[in-house]
């Protein structure tokens, strides 16, 4: 006998991919079943209803989705700070949201002290690379070799610092973001789209171009550059990349300013949709869910599942909202991810991590 014709035939249903799909199919034939059979149309208003709606007025569809890109690109530049200083220390930074709303407010703070919008950009970055400097030094040094929910923790502590010292330098209140004199455009265009209009707005534009950019170009940064190998070395190894002359503390400086860097665009682009105040740093939350999605060491992983969060959020609230009172948006991304969790703990692009006993 043939090794060909020996070797057992691949088990589909261990695919968690061709799992997910056959459980998916399964769960809306027996909706859409369910529907016919419902004699209270109940589950006609969940599985049934929300569909018919998207045909018959595909403008609000559009409009729908584009909501969703928008919002689904900023989470995934609010996830990419994660992903990269997770990829270097392994550590979950919980200060990356209060870092958005700091280096906003620096930025906002530093323009009303008379400083020239640009001049206050460029002395923003320079607030976020002395910020790095100083968590390398005080924060992570000290804690070299400590297990990880230490390091965790203390992402915990300078959360709490940086809120307290942002409040006590710029105070409580929100503040305006300042679009126009960083040029952001503003006003909307309004095209007429399957037979109907839908409405962009210029700085919903300008954002995702801007979030676009800077994910990519991280993206080939940390791919194909010196930085971007050493990054890759630690990641997977610290004593391996010490070994090779790799310096940790270089790299987590690199690190922690690019999240900085990301912190501050992020901070503007949200700011610039609403305003800049201590509420911002629960967007960060939402990273979350778009982590365990995508994976919590892949950039693509960030970008797909900040575009799943977003879109499937704004679909929720629209289409579905309206069946429970409302509210969806504000829980139905970690209802996403529980049912990632379920299947594909380690997410779309991550990694499986196989310890051996």
Known sequence: MSDVAARPAPNLLANPWVKSGLILVAV???????????????????????????????????????????????????????????????????????MVVFAALTLVGLYEKGVPAFLALALTLGVMFVLAVAIERIVLRPLVNQPDIILFMATFGLTYFLI????????????????EQLFLPKGAIDAKILGGFVTFQKIDIAAAVIASLIIASLAVF????RIGRALRAVADSHKAALSVGISLNQIW??????????????????????????????????????LILGGFTSIPGAIVGGLIIGIGEKLAEFYWGPLVGGAI?????????????????????????????
Do not use: C
């Open 164 to 179: 307290g010292f942002g409040e006590a330098i710029f105070g409580g209140n929100p503040k305006v973001m300042i679009s």
């Open 253 to 290: 400086v690199i690190v922690w300013f690019t999240a900085g860097i990301v912190a501050l665009i992020t901070g503007i682009m949200w700011g610039a949709r609403s305003d800049v105040s201590f509420g911002l740093q629960t967007l960060a939350l939402k990273a979350l869910p778009v």
């Open 28 to 98: 809306v034939l027996a909706a859409l079943v369910g529907a016919r059979l419902d004699g209270t149309g109940t589950l006609h208003k969940v599985f049934v209803d929300p569909f018919q709606q998207m045909v018959q007025a595909p403008d609000l569809l559009v409009q729908t989705v584009w909501e969703g890109l928008v919002s689904g690109v900023l989470y995934a530049l609010i996830a990419l700070g994660f992903v990269l200083i997770f990829k270097a220390s392994g550590v979950f930074n919980f200060a990356q949201g209060i």
């Open 329 to 357: 948006e504000s829980w139905i991304a970690y209802f996403i991810a529980l049912g990632f969790l379920m299947f594909r703990p380690q997410g779309l692009f991550g990694d499986k991590i196989i310890e051996r006993i």
């Open 222 to 225: 940390f791919q194909y550059t």
